[in-house]
Protein backbone atom coordinates (compact mmCIF):
# COMPACT_ATOMS: atom_id res chain seq x y z
CA UNK A 1 0.00 0.00 0.00
CA UNK A 2 3.06 2.23 0.59
CA UNK A 3 4.15 2.15 -2.76
CA UNK A 4 0.70 2.72 -3.89
CA UNK A 5 0.50 5.70 -1.98
CA UNK A 6 4.10 7.46 -3.06
CA UNK A 7 2.86 6.72 -6.94
CA UNK A 8 -0.58 8.65 -5.92
CA UNK A 9 1.34 11.19 -4.28
CA UNK A 10 3.87 11.69 -7.27
CA UNK A 11 1.46 11.55 -9.95
CA UNK A 12 -1.05 14.45 -8.00
CA UNK A 13 2.39 16.21 -7.89
CA UNK A 14 2.46 16.74 -11.39
CA UNK A 15 -0.78 17.36 -12.01
CA UNK A 16 0.20 21.09 -11.85
CA UNK A 17 3.62 21.57 -12.49
CA UNK A 18 3.42 25.44 -12.66
CA UNK A 19 1.93 25.99 -9.81
CA UNK A 20 3.72 23.42 -7.43
CA UNK A 21 7.12 25.03 -9.30
CA UNK A 22 5.68 28.58 -7.84
CA UNK A 23 5.73 26.90 -4.12
CA UNK A 24 9.03 25.35 -4.75
CA UNK A 25 11.27 28.42 -5.85
CA UNK A 26 10.84 29.74 -1.97
CA UNK A 27 12.55 25.88 -0.66
CA UNK A 28 14.82 25.85 -3.87
CA UNK A 29 16.16 29.53 -3.43
CA UNK A 30 16.18 28.93 1.07
CA UNK A 31 17.87 25.65 0.70
CA UNK A 32 20.56 26.85 -1.96
CA UNK A 33 20.81 30.52 0.33
CA UNK A 34 21.66 28.25 3.65
CA UNK A 35 24.16 26.24 2.04
CA UNK A 36 26.01 29.11 0.37
CA UNK A 37 26.16 31.04 3.17
CA UNK A 38 27.41 28.57 5.93
CA UNK A 39 29.70 28.39 3.42
CA UNK A 40 31.31 31.36 3.15
CA UNK A 41 31.04 31.79 6.77
CA UNK A 42 32.65 28.93 7.57
CA UNK A 43 35.05 29.59 5.06
CA UNK A 44 35.72 33.17 6.57
CA UNK A 45 36.51 31.11 9.56
CA UNK A 46 39.42 29.28 7.70
CA UNK A 47 40.52 32.40 6.48
CA UNK A 48 40.60 34.11 9.46
CA UNK A 49 42.79 31.49 11.05
CA UNK A 50 44.88 30.76 8.03
CA UNK A 51 45.89 35.06 7.28
CA UNK A 52 46.72 34.85 11.06
CA UNK A 53 49.40 31.54 11.45
CA UNK A 54 50.70 32.58 7.83
CA UNK A 55 51.27 36.26 8.23
CA UNK A 56 51.01 37.25 11.89
CA UNK A 57 51.40 35.02 14.80
CA UNK A 58 52.01 31.72 13.60
CA UNK A 59 50.88 28.75 15.52
CA UNK A 60 52.35 29.84 19.37
CA UNK A 61 53.29 33.70 19.93
CA UNK A 62 55.46 34.50 22.78
CA UNK A 63 55.37 38.06 23.97
CA UNK A 64 57.01 39.54 27.52
CA UNK A 65 54.88 39.44 30.71
CA UNK A 66 52.08 42.12 30.33
CA UNK A 67 53.06 43.40 26.74
CA UNK A 68 49.92 44.14 25.07
CA UNK A 69 47.89 41.48 22.85
CA UNK A 70 46.68 43.72 20.45
CA UNK A 71 48.67 44.11 17.37
CA UNK A 72 47.52 47.77 17.11
CA UNK A 73 49.87 48.83 20.29
CA UNK A 74 53.38 48.14 20.23
CA UNK A 75 55.28 49.92 23.36
CA UNK A 76 59.20 49.77 22.62
CA UNK A 77 59.94 50.56 26.49
CA UNK A 78 58.74 47.02 27.70
CA UNK A 79 60.63 44.98 25.80
CA UNK A 80 63.24 42.82 26.98
CA UNK A 81 66.09 40.16 26.06
CA UNK A 82 64.93 36.69 25.15
CA UNK A 83 65.37 34.98 29.01
CA UNK A 84 67.57 31.73 28.24
CA UNK A 85 65.51 28.91 29.29
CA UNK A 86 63.12 30.58 26.80
CA UNK A 87 66.10 29.97 24.05
CA UNK A 88 66.60 26.07 25.26
CA UNK A 89 62.87 25.38 25.09
CA UNK A 90 62.35 26.80 21.66
CA UNK A 91 65.63 24.52 20.32
CA UNK A 92 63.29 21.75 19.05
CA UNK A 93 60.82 24.20 16.98
CA UNK A 94 60.69 26.12 14.04
CA UNK A 95 60.67 29.70 15.49
CA UNK A 96 61.15 33.37 14.60
CA UNK A 97 61.96 36.60 16.14
CA UNK A 98 59.79 39.85 15.27
CA UNK A 99 59.90 43.43 16.51
CA UNK A 100 57.07 45.59 16.18
CA UNK A 101 57.46 49.16 17.02
CA UNK A 102 55.36 52.45 15.90
CA UNK A 103 57.05 54.70 13.13
CA UNK A 104 56.65 57.74 10.97
CA UNK A 105 57.48 57.34 7.22
CA UNK A 106 58.81 60.48 5.62
CA UNK A 107 59.25 60.94 1.78
CA UNK A 108 60.07 64.50 1.17
CA UNK A 109 56.95 66.82 1.98
CA UNK A 110 54.39 63.80 2.69
CA UNK A 111 54.30 61.75 5.66
CA UNK A 112 52.97 59.02 7.32
CA UNK A 113 51.85 56.96 10.51
CA UNK A 114 53.15 53.45 10.49
CA UNK A 115 53.63 49.83 11.86
CA UNK A 116 57.23 48.71 11.76
CA UNK A 117 58.08 45.30 11.95
CA UNK A 118 61.33 44.26 12.60
CA UNK A 119 62.13 40.14 10.88
CA UNK A 120 64.97 37.82 10.47
CA UNK A 121 66.08 37.83 7.18
CA UNK A 122 66.81 33.74 7.49
CA UNK A 123 64.23 32.52 10.10
CA UNK A 124 60.94 34.48 8.92
CA UNK A 125 60.41 32.87 5.87
CA UNK A 126 60.58 29.32 7.16
CA UNK A 127 57.58 30.72 9.62
CA UNK A 128 55.71 32.83 7.21
CA UNK A 129 55.92 31.49 3.89
CA UNK A 130 55.75 34.34 1.21
CA UNK A 131 54.47 31.52 -1.82
CA UNK A 132 51.16 33.64 -2.11
CA UNK A 133 52.73 37.36 -1.38
CA UNK A 134 53.38 39.39 -4.52
CA UNK A 135 56.65 41.11 -4.06
CA UNK A 136 57.96 44.27 -6.53
CA UNK A 137 61.99 44.50 -5.70
CA UNK A 138 63.57 42.02 -3.27
CA UNK A 139 63.93 41.33 0.39
CA UNK A 140 66.34 42.86 2.53
CA UNK A 141 69.28 40.75 3.67
CA UNK A 142 71.04 42.87 6.03
CA UNK A 143 70.09 46.59 5.04
CA UNK A 144 66.67 47.76 3.54
CA UNK A 145 62.84 48.46 3.63
CA UNK A 146 59.98 46.38 1.87
CA UNK A 147 56.46 48.65 2.15
CA UNK A 148 53.09 47.47 2.00
CA UNK A 149 51.27 48.24 -1.55
CA UNK A 150 48.96 50.59 -0.18
CA UNK A 151 51.24 52.58 1.86
CA UNK A 152 53.73 52.83 -1.11
CA UNK A 153 50.91 54.26 -3.27
CA UNK A 154 49.83 56.61 -0.06
CA UNK A 155 53.28 58.35 -0.14
CA UNK A 156 53.96 57.19 -4.29
CA UNK A 157 56.93 55.75 -3.34
CA UNK A 158 58.96 52.43 -5.02
CA UNK A 159 61.56 50.48 -4.55
CA UNK A 160 64.48 52.53 -5.09
CA UNK A 161 63.65 55.39 -3.63
CA UNK A 162 64.69 56.96 -0.27
CA UNK A 163 62.48 57.54 2.73
CA UNK A 164 62.68 58.50 6.57
CA UNK A 165 61.80 56.26 9.24
CA UNK A 166 60.74 58.64 12.37
CA UNK A 167 60.75 56.24 15.42
CA UNK A 168 60.49 56.90 19.31
CA UNK A 169 63.48 54.60 21.19
CA UNK A 170 62.88 52.42 24.02
CA UNK A 171 64.16 54.86 25.73
CA UNK A 172 62.21 57.82 24.53
CA UNK A 173 64.02 59.52 22.66
CA UNK A 174 63.51 60.84 19.07
CA UNK A 175 65.66 58.94 16.10
CA UNK A 176 65.55 58.66 12.48
CA UNK A 177 66.98 56.65 9.49
CA UNK A 178 67.44 57.06 6.06
CA UNK A 179 66.65 54.10 4.23
CA UNK A 180 66.43 52.85 0.60
CA UNK A 181 63.29 50.95 -0.07
CA UNK A 182 64.02 47.27 -1.44
CA UNK A 183 60.50 45.80 -2.36
CA UNK A 184 56.85 46.77 -2.31
CA UNK A 185 54.55 44.07 -0.96
CA UNK A 186 51.23 42.76 -1.23
CA UNK A 187 50.75 40.09 1.11
CA UNK A 188 46.92 40.29 0.33
CA UNK A 189 46.07 40.88 4.39
CA UNK A 190 45.05 44.69 4.93
CA UNK A 191 46.68 45.28 7.82
CA UNK A 192 50.05 44.69 6.84
CA UNK A 193 49.64 46.08 3.05
CA UNK A 194 47.47 49.29 4.27
CA UNK A 195 49.95 49.56 7.88
CA UNK A 196 52.96 48.10 7.72
CA UNK A 197 56.86 48.35 6.69
CA UNK A 198 59.17 45.86 7.15
CA UNK A 199 62.83 45.58 7.43
CA UNK A 200 65.65 43.39 8.88
CA UNK A 201 65.72 43.00 12.65
CA UNK A 202 69.02 44.06 13.92
CA UNK A 203 68.92 47.23 11.39
CA UNK A 204 65.04 47.52 13.39
CA UNK A 205 66.33 46.91 17.14
CA UNK A 206 69.45 49.74 16.25
CA UNK A 207 67.19 52.38 15.29
CA UNK A 208 65.20 51.67 17.97
CA UNK A 209 67.56 50.84 20.70
CA UNK A 210 65.42 47.54 21.35
CA UNK A 211 67.54 45.34 23.96
CA UNK A 212 64.73 42.30 22.50
CA UNK A 213 61.87 41.20 20.43
CA UNK A 214 58.75 42.30 20.98
CA UNK A 215 57.89 38.58 19.94
CA UNK A 216 58.73 35.16 19.00
CA UNK A 217 56.28 33.24 16.71
CA UNK A 218 56.37 29.52 15.97
CA UNK A 219 54.88 27.32 13.24
CA UNK A 220 54.36 24.02 14.34
CA UNK A 221 53.67 20.79 11.96
CA UNK A 222 49.93 20.69 12.94
CA UNK A 223 47.47 23.17 14.40
CA UNK A 224 46.44 20.58 17.06
CA UNK A 225 49.71 20.96 18.68
CA UNK A 226 49.46 24.74 19.38
CA UNK A 227 47.69 24.50 22.88
CA UNK A 228 50.32 21.92 24.38
CA UNK A 229 53.42 24.15 23.44
CA UNK A 230 51.98 26.65 24.31
CA UNK A 231 51.18 25.96 28.05
CA UNK A 232 54.75 23.94 27.92
CA UNK A 233 56.53 27.64 26.98
CA UNK A 234 54.25 29.30 28.69
CA UNK A 235 56.82 31.04 31.77
CA UNK A 236 58.99 33.84 31.64
CA UNK A 237 57.31 35.10 28.46
CA UNK A 238 53.69 34.80 28.00
CA UNK A 239 52.57 32.19 25.23
CA UNK A 240 49.36 32.67 22.91
CA UNK A 241 48.02 30.61 20.61
CA UNK A 242 46.77 31.78 16.66
CA UNK A 243 43.36 31.12 18.07
CA UNK A 244 44.05 33.29 20.80
CA UNK A 245 44.56 36.05 18.52
CA UNK A 246 41.62 35.15 15.98
CA UNK A 247 39.11 34.78 18.53
CA UNK A 248 37.75 38.28 18.59
CA UNK A 249 37.27 38.13 14.76
CA UNK A 250 35.78 34.47 14.43
CA UNK A 251 33.42 35.76 17.25
CA UNK A 252 31.86 38.55 14.76
CA UNK A 253 31.06 35.21 12.79
CA UNK A 254 28.63 33.87 15.50
CA UNK A 255 25.79 36.96 14.56
CA UNK A 256 26.43 36.21 11.07
CA UNK A 257 25.44 32.83 11.57
CA UNK A 258 22.62 33.94 13.26
CA UNK A 259 21.65 36.54 10.95
CA UNK A 260 21.72 33.71 8.15
CA UNK A 261 19.78 31.41 9.78
CA UNK A 262 16.83 34.32 10.59
CA UNK A 263 16.71 34.77 6.97
CA UNK A 264 16.63 31.29 5.39
CA UNK A 265 13.73 30.84 8.44
CA UNK A 266 12.15 33.68 6.80
CA UNK A 267 12.25 32.25 3.32
CA UNK A 268 11.16 28.67 4.58
CA UNK A 269 8.08 30.31 6.18
CA UNK A 270 7.31 31.77 2.68
CA UNK A 271 7.74 28.83 1.32
CA UNK A 272 5.91 26.80 3.98
CA UNK A 273 2.99 29.12 3.50
CA UNK A 274 3.51 28.60 -0.43
CA UNK A 275 3.15 24.71 0.27
CA UNK A 276 0.34 24.85 2.40
CA UNK A 277 -1.56 26.52 0.31
CA UNK A 278 -0.73 24.33 -3.16
CA UNK A 279 -1.85 21.60 -1.11
CA UNK A 280 -5.10 22.78 0.49
CA UNK A 281 -6.03 24.11 -2.98
CA UNK A 282 -5.37 20.38 -4.32
CA UNK A 283 -7.71 19.45 -1.39
CA UNK A 284 -10.42 21.53 -2.87
CA UNK A 285 -10.24 20.46 -6.42
CA UNK A 286 -9.81 16.71 -5.18
CA UNK A 287 -12.62 16.36 -2.98
CA UNK A 288 -15.06 14.19 -5.24
CA UNK A 289 -11.68 11.63 -5.85
CA UNK A 290 -11.07 11.82 -2.34
CA UNK A 291 -14.35 10.86 -1.36
CA UNK A 292 -14.08 7.85 -4.21
CA UNK A 293 -10.65 6.86 -2.80
CA UNK A 294 -12.71 6.64 1.17
CA UNK A 295 -15.52 4.83 -0.24
CA UNK A 296 -13.41 2.22 -2.26
CA UNK A 297 -11.73 1.57 1.39
CA UNK A 298 -8.70 4.10 1.78
CA UNK A 299 -8.67 4.82 5.30
CA UNK A 300 -8.43 8.51 6.61
CA UNK A 301 -4.70 7.99 8.00
CA UNK A 302 -4.24 6.91 4.30
CA UNK A 303 -5.48 9.98 2.57
CA UNK A 304 -3.35 12.30 5.10
CA UNK A 305 -0.21 10.04 3.91
CA UNK A 306 -1.31 10.50 0.49
CA UNK A 307 -1.46 14.47 1.28
CA UNK A 308 1.67 14.50 3.40
CA UNK A 309 3.72 12.46 0.80
CA UNK A 310 2.71 15.06 -2.03
CA UNK A 311 4.02 17.81 0.07
CA UNK A 312 7.39 16.33 1.12
CA UNK A 313 7.79 15.02 -2.38
CA UNK A 314 7.42 18.87 -3.95
CA UNK A 315 9.96 19.94 -0.52
CA UNK A 316 12.29 17.30 -1.80
CA UNK A 317 12.15 17.57 -5.42
CA UNK A 318 12.64 21.66 -4.55
CA UNK A 319 15.32 20.65 -1.47
CA UNK A 320 17.16 18.91 -4.35
CA UNK A 321 17.23 21.52 -7.38
CA UNK A 322 18.32 23.77 -4.15
CA UNK A 323 20.38 21.76 -2.77
CA UNK A 324 22.15 21.23 -6.48
CA UNK A 325 22.38 25.08 -6.88
CA UNK A 326 24.02 25.99 -3.64
CA UNK A 327 26.35 23.17 -3.71
CA UNK A 328 27.47 23.69 -7.06
CA UNK A 329 27.94 27.94 -6.38
CA UNK A 330 29.65 26.68 -3.01
CA UNK A 331 32.09 24.63 -5.12
CA UNK A 332 32.83 27.14 -7.45
CA UNK A 333 33.87 29.82 -5.15
CA UNK A 334 35.86 27.32 -2.77
CA UNK A 335 38.07 26.46 -5.57
CA UNK A 336 38.14 30.42 -7.53
CA UNK A 337 37.68 33.27 -4.43
CA UNK A 338 35.79 36.05 -4.22
CA UNK A 339 38.28 38.99 -4.15
CA UNK A 340 37.90 41.30 -1.49
CA UNK A 341 40.88 43.82 -2.67
CA UNK A 342 38.25 46.55 -1.76
CA UNK A 343 38.71 45.95 2.01
CA UNK A 344 42.77 47.32 1.21
CA UNK A 345 41.62 50.00 -1.24
CA UNK A 346 39.52 51.17 1.81
CA UNK A 347 42.01 50.84 4.30
CA UNK A 348 40.49 48.67 6.47
CA UNK A 349 42.69 46.66 9.06
CA UNK A 350 40.63 43.41 8.81
CA UNK A 351 43.23 40.55 9.67
CA UNK A 352 42.12 37.89 7.00
CA UNK A 353 43.15 37.55 3.06
CA UNK A 354 41.70 40.04 0.76
CA UNK A 355 40.83 36.48 -1.40
CA UNK A 356 38.14 35.01 0.26
CA UNK A 357 37.15 31.11 -0.45
CA UNK A 358 34.25 29.38 0.68
CA UNK A 359 34.53 26.09 2.77
CA UNK A 360 32.29 23.09 0.95
CA UNK A 361 31.63 20.59 3.02
CA UNK A 362 28.65 17.83 2.31
CA UNK A 363 27.01 18.01 5.35
CA UNK A 364 24.76 21.49 4.78
CA UNK A 365 23.84 20.17 1.37
CA UNK A 366 22.65 16.98 2.46
CA UNK A 367 20.76 18.80 5.60
CA UNK A 368 19.65 21.71 3.71
CA UNK A 369 17.59 19.01 1.44
CA UNK A 370 16.59 17.36 4.33
CA UNK A 371 15.44 21.00 5.68
CA UNK A 372 13.32 21.55 2.68
CA UNK A 373 11.65 18.53 2.73
CA UNK A 374 10.83 19.09 6.51
CA UNK A 375 9.62 22.17 5.92
CA UNK A 376 7.18 20.87 2.99
CA UNK A 377 5.65 18.11 5.06
CA UNK A 378 4.98 20.35 7.74
CA UNK A 379 3.47 22.66 5.90
CA UNK A 380 1.33 20.06 4.29
CA UNK A 381 -0.27 18.65 7.94
CA UNK A 382 -3.28 20.98 7.83
CA UNK A 383 -4.28 20.52 4.45
CA UNK A 384 -3.71 16.52 4.82
CA UNK A 385 -6.03 16.37 7.93
CA UNK A 386 -8.68 18.52 6.08
CA UNK A 387 -8.57 16.01 3.45
CA UNK A 388 -8.43 12.90 5.61
CA UNK A 389 -11.47 14.55 7.80
CA UNK A 390 -14.16 14.67 4.74
CA UNK A 391 -17.15 12.81 4.79
CA UNK A 392 -17.18 10.45 1.61
CA UNK A 393 -20.63 10.25 0.82
CA UNK A 394 -20.70 14.58 1.17
CA UNK A 395 -17.21 14.71 -0.88
CA UNK A 396 -18.40 12.32 -3.51
CA UNK A 397 -21.72 14.39 -4.19
CA UNK A 398 -19.67 17.93 -4.14
CA UNK A 399 -19.19 19.78 -7.40
Avoid: C
Avoid at 28 to 42: H, N, R
Avoid at 301 to 313: I, K, N, P, T, W
Amino acid sequence: MTGFLVGLALKNLFRNVRRNLISGVAVIWGVALMILGYGFIDGLDENIIRTEIDTLSGHVMLRPQGYPESSLSAPVDMLEPLPQELLAGLAEHTWTQRLRFDVRLVSGPESIRAMGVGFEPLRDPQVFPRDGYDLKGAWPEQRGLVVGSRLARLLEVGPGEVVVLQVRTSAGSINALSIEISGVVTTHNPAIDNFVVLLPLDQAMSLVQAPGPSEVSIRLPRRGQADAVAAQLDGAWAAHTYMDAARDMIALNVARRKALGFLVLMIMAIAATGIANTVIMATYERVREVGALAAMGMTPGQVRAMFLLEGAALGLIAGTLGAALGAGANYYFSTSGVSLDALAESGSAVTFSTTLYSAFRWGPVLGGLAFGALVAALASIYPANHAANLDPAVAVRTD
